[in-house]
């Protein structure tokens, strides 16, 4: 069970890595834009500075296309700019296409690990490591807003894999935490890896009483000292 930040900033990796919390980082094109990357070049200057910073722990990197064609292209080149690097797929495209099934099943014969993202469902993170995904990605938070509970959905998918040996080794990813609580509540439910921006990740860490608690013990500490003189 583990930490994948969701950043494209590196800055922000080096912190978090620093700390050694985090086991991976995710992006895709969203945060990339959101960060400031602005052309594909700046993309692959940044896509090689995480891979550097995270020192062999994974970095999924998205595809910028849901055309078959274009997803292999970008797949290889992304994957082939550090070799901790995995893709990321969307299970289907915009209009139901589920021909990104057969890049998973082709990128996977390559040899090149695949992070099948945008699942809403059991059955299609299912569907996907049977496709020969290594990485399977749910987006909890989108689940729950959708008025479903990511919770169960994740149970479902353990309960599926449970004692199966039809499958080589995979990790089930949750993603689109919204609040602090979804970390630990769908590590518990069975995700091998929770995705977290920045921000969650921080308010999960900082607690108002242990601060308080640590401003008692400093506080006390000085009237120690001036004790002992």
Known sequence: MCIFLDSSKIEEIKKWKAMDIIRGVTTNPTIMYKDGIKSLDEMKVNIKQIADVMDGAPVSVEVLSNTKDEMMQQAEEFSNIAYNINIKIPFHGP?????????IKELTEKGIEVNCTAMMSAMQCVAALLAGAKYVSLFGGRVNDMGYNATEEIKKISMFLKDREILEEYYLIIGSAREPLNIIEWLTAGADIITVPPNILEKALIHP???ETVEMFLNDAKKLEKALK
Request: hydrophobic share 25%; charged share 40%.
């Open 95 to 103: 209009h139901g296409e589920l021909e990104n099934l057969e890049v």
């Open 209 to 211: 009483r242990t601060k």
